[in-house]
Every structure is written in C-alpha cells, then in structure tokens.
C-alpha cells in the first residue's frame, strides 16, 4: 500500500471519531435538557392544583350549590337508601276533623203539666221504647189560692164580654128599628152607614173573644193536668237526651222530657276548628271503626258548614251526609272525616321522606332549612331547596329542583 492511502485512511477514521463525539455530546446536552424540561414542568403542575381545585370548588358551588356527601355514592357498600323523581302533579293538601253520628230524625217529648215534681225516670239513654212506654213519673204541683185565682179572672172577663156584646147587639137593633121609620132618602142612607159601623164595631169586639178562650183553654189544661202522673214516648226509638230537674226537682210545662229517635236517618257532625276550610257541598272521606277489626272507609258530603252562613252566625259545627255505607261499621268508635282543604295543580313535588331539615342560626332567629340529597351518575350530592308544606306524602317544591330530578331518600 501506498504512504498516500494510508494517509487518506487515517484521515477518514479521524474525521468518523470526531463525528461521533459531537452527535454523542448534542444527544447528552439534548437529553439534559429534556430532564430539566420535564423537572420544570412537574414544579408547575404542583404549584397550580391548589388553584385548579379552588376554581372547580368555586364551580361546583356556583353550580349546584351542592358539597359532596362524605362516605356516599357508588362506592359506598354500607349506603341504604331508595331514589325516587320530582314529579308534576296536583297537590292537594288533606286535613281530618273528628265527628260523632247525629240523628236527624228526632221527636221530643215535653211536660204537659203546668208544673211537676219528678219521682222517677224509667228510662236511660240508649234505651229502646215503644210509643205508649212511660218515660216519666211525676207529682204535678198544685197551686190551689193561683188556680182559684185565675178561673174568677176568667169568669169576670166572661161576663163583662157577654155585657159588652149585648150593649153593641141592643144598639144594632134599635137602628135598624129608626131604619124603618125614616121617609127621607139621604137620611135613610146616612142611617144605613150608621148600621155599618155599628156591625163593624161588634165584629172587632168579638175578636176579644179569642183571647177569653185561650185563657179558659189553659185554666181547663192545667185542671187535666192535675190528674196525669206518668209522660209516655209519642214515638218508638231510642232514648237520646233526658230532661233535667230545677235545683228543686221541678220540671215545668214545655220542658223537654226526653228526645227518641228510631236512628234511621243519621248523618256525621264535626267539629270544624279550620274555620271554614271544611266548605258546603265538599265531598269528603268518613273513616270509622269496622265491626271485623281495623277501619272502614265511606265516601260523604259536606251538608252544612259555617262558611255558608254570616259571620255573626258562624258555629265550629259541620254536617256530612252518608253517601254509601258499607256493611259491618261500627258508629261507636271513633269518626274521622278526611277533607281537602288546598288543591294547586300542575306543580313540582317531591316525596316527603326525601326532605330533610337543617338548623340554622339560633334562639329566636333560629329555622329550618330543606334539603335533599341529588342522585347523579352514581355520586350523592346535598342541595338545599325551597318548599310549601306538606300533604303526609309530598312537599311542594317552590325553587332548587327540576322535574324528572333523581333524589335518595335514605332508610334509617
């Protein structure tokens, strides 16, 4: 080989080393870089989470107003809880009144006697009587110097009307006699409107008659009434009411003896303290006793109540009618009338067992905020929302939830 070829060998070897070391020495520099690179973008990842996770705080808040429920969602095994949708509906708010059976079909039996002392009442309420049964037995009270008294009252009215009329009577006839012996027409025709007043006159007079009969009507009652001890049922039935006796054991003419009803016609009466809510001709759900056990429910209809009536008349009372009875009720026990007190349709509710309430602020300030926990994806989120009363069932939902919204209602 030549000296000029080794040369040119050894050159090309050199400038292929001196080649390797640059490529060799640019790869470190570049991979130094990279590192240094990656190490200054790691520093910033960890100075800007905190931030990221204010803003997505921040988000979430403006949100939702929501805050996660710690140790619930998807992965909580121990969770036990139901979800249920907000709904659109009518939502009608239902109040009861405690009621108690009235009977319509009731006769009353008085005292005839103008004035007796009770012995005995051969009756209790609840019994049953025939018509003709004693009621009562009684002393009558005899006012002897009272009853002598009025029947000379009455004979001197008796007599001074017999005076009268026949004083009237006697100057009828004695111008009906100058009638006849009167020639001259215009004083014939005076006469005769003389005549008639004069018969007008005796027509009024005799009216006062009424008045004398009335009293000797009553003079001749109490006389009867002396002979009678016992007061009968007018009507077969059930004994309602008894009268009752003066601190002196005395009962007195038109006082209620007793009150029978046959207890065929019979409605519900209530005491209504909602002060007209219960309104006229509402219908209404009657919930009793069964005579089989538990309850049994009817349909009825408000018959009478306050709200139809002035204020100065207003009672608590209300009156519903039966509309359909079933078999096996039993009135003795207690009497619920259900009823419809609000009705507002179309609006959003929720199932009531899903709101739950929060304290906040304390003393007189203090109140209860609502909330309900939003099912979403899995996750549970709390959310505070606004709501009207509720029914037992539903709240009304006035702000903070959309139909169709999932909510968990949580078992305890």
Known sequence: ????????KAALIFCSMACLCILSFSFGACSNSNK??????????VTEKPAADAEKEEKNEKLLYTEALNGYGSSGENVNYQITEVKRGDFKYEMFAIGNVEYRDLYYDTME???????????????????????????????????????????????????????????????????????????????????????????????????MAEQKKSLEEYRKGLEKTEVVASHSGYIMELGEADNENIIRK???????????????????????????????????ASSKGGEISMPGRVVMCSNILSYGNATEDAYVEI???????????????????????DVL????????????????????????????????????IQVFGSNNKDYLVLSGLDEGQKVAIYNK
Request: proline fraction near 2%.
């Open 113 to 211: 006697t103008e004035e007796a002392e009770i012995v005995e009442y051969k009756v209790k309420i609840g019994d049953k009587v025939n018509k003709g049964d004693v009621i009562l037995e009684y002393k009558p009270v005899y006012d002897e110097a009272g009853y002598k008294q009025r029947a000379a009252e009455v004979e001197q009215k008796e007599k001074e009307y017999a005076a009268g009329y026949d004083t009237r009577r006697a100057e009828i006839i004695k111008a009906e006699h100058e009638l006849k012996q009167i020639k001259d027409t215009n004083e014939r025709e005076i006469k005769k409107l003389e005549i008639k007043k004069l018969r007008l006159a005796l027509e009024k007079y005799q009216e006062t008659s009424e008045s």
């Open 349 to 384: 509710m929720v199932d009531s067992k899903a709101v739950l309430f929060e304290s906040k602020n304390e003393g007189s300030n203090a109140v209860s905020v609502p909330y309900v926990y939003i099912y979403d994806n899995g996750n549970i989120f709390k959310r505070y």
């Open 36 to 45: 240094e690179n990656k190490a200054s973008t790691s520093e910033n990842v």
């Open 254 to 288: 038109g006082n209620i003896v007793a009150v029978i009803s046959p207890k065929k016609d019979y409605c519900i009466k209530v005491n209504d303290t909602t002060h007209g809510m219960l309104r006229y001709n509402a219908d209404v759900t009657i919930s009793v």
């Open 1 to 8: 080989m030549s000296s000029n070829n080794i040369l040119k």
């Open 323 to 345: 509309l359909e009875e079933p078999e096996g009720v039993d009135w003795s026990g207690a009497i619920k009338v259900y009823f419809e007190s609000k009705l507002v349709k």
